[in-house]
């Protein structure tokens, strides 16, 4: 593993137990779907949620959340879709979340955000 991947699971690890302690069901990580890859998906009540983590150490200038592009969004629309409809989930009872991960290596903190159905 690279020092980018390294951050990136840390982060995904960070949201896992963040989505644990906010009562969601961890139902699968890292799933390929078509050319995406879903970081986590989870049940919350009676939906189900894809998550794309985008983790980022304080040594970068720009937020976890600067990096999580149009097309990005648009890729993960497209497996939210491929995903509903393999598994014969009703859309609506489907959203697309993210999490960011901001790490402060100097006071060894990180700062969580969950962004809920963004799109």
Same mark, same amino acid.
């Given at each position: 593993?690279?020092?980018? !991947?390294?951050?990136?699971?840390?982060?995904?690890?960070?949201?896992? %137990?963040?989505?644990? &302690?906010?009562?969601?069901?961890?139902?699968?990580?890292?799933?390929?779907?078509?050319? !995406?890859?879903?970081?986590?998906?989870? &049940?919350?009540?009676?939906?189900?949620?894809?998550? %794309?983590?985008?983790?980022?150490?304080?040594?970068?200038?720009?937020?976890?959340? %600067?990096?999580?592009?149009?097309?990005?969004?648009?890729?993960?629309?497209?497996?939210?879709?491929?995903?509903?409809?393999?598994?014969?989930?009703?859309? %609506?009872?489907?959203?697309?979340?993210?999490?960011?991960?901001?790490?402060?290596?100097? &006071?060894?903190?990180?700062?969580?955000?969950?962004?809920?159905?963004?799109?």
């Amino acid at each position: 593993m690279n020092h980018k !991947q390294i951050v990136g699971r840390y982060g995904e690890d960070l949201a896992l %137990e963040y989505l644990k &302690k906010k009562g969601y069901k961890i139902t699968d990580r890292n799933l390929k779907i078509s050319y !995406q890859e879903i970081d986590i998906i989870a &049940k919350i009540k009676e939906k189900i949620v894809l998550i %794309e983590v985008k983790t980022r150490v304080s040594k970068y200038d720009n937020s976890a959340e %600067e990096n999580f592009s149009r097309r990005k969004i648009n890729n993960l629309i497209k497996a939210l879709e491929i995903y509903t409809a393999r598994n014969k989930i009703n859309p %609506e009872n489907a959203r697309l979340d993210l999490i960011t991960v901001d790490i402060n290596k100097a &006071k060894k903190i990180a700062k969580i955000k969950h962004y809920k159905d963004v799109f």
